[in-house]
């Protein structure tokens, strides 16, 4: 991997990141639980099942602190910081 592309933006705020890596979870979850139902397996089905619904609610949570958070001006001149000093 190059090292002048870090995984997790530095410019970017926290809210979206956390929903992209939300959306990615989710659907990685949604995937699993399918591949459980397919080959009859319900305890995982239900686990992957709720880790899908987690990661979508985080999602719905993240994306829509985001959109607050630009329709309210808060990302405007946003500079690259380290992620624990990111608005969110």
Same mark, same amino acid.
């Given at each position: ?32 639980? /399918? ?5 009859? /397996? ?5 686990? /992957?099942?709720?880790?899908? /619904? ?35």
């Amino acid at each position: 991997m190059s090292k002048g592309h870090p995984f997790i933006p530095k410019n970017k705020p926290k809210f979206w990141i956390m929903g992209i890596i939300a959306g990615l979870a989710g659907l990685g979850f949604g995937l699993l639980a /399918f591949v459980a139902t397919l080959f009859g /397996f319900p305890l995982l089905m239900g686990f /992957f099942t709720v880790g899908f /619904f987690a990661c979508w609610a985080m999602f719905v949570v993240s994306w829509f602190g985001f959109v607050l958070g630009m329709l309210g001006g808060r990302y405007h001149g946003l500079t690259e910081k380290p992620w624990h000093e990111q608005v969110w």
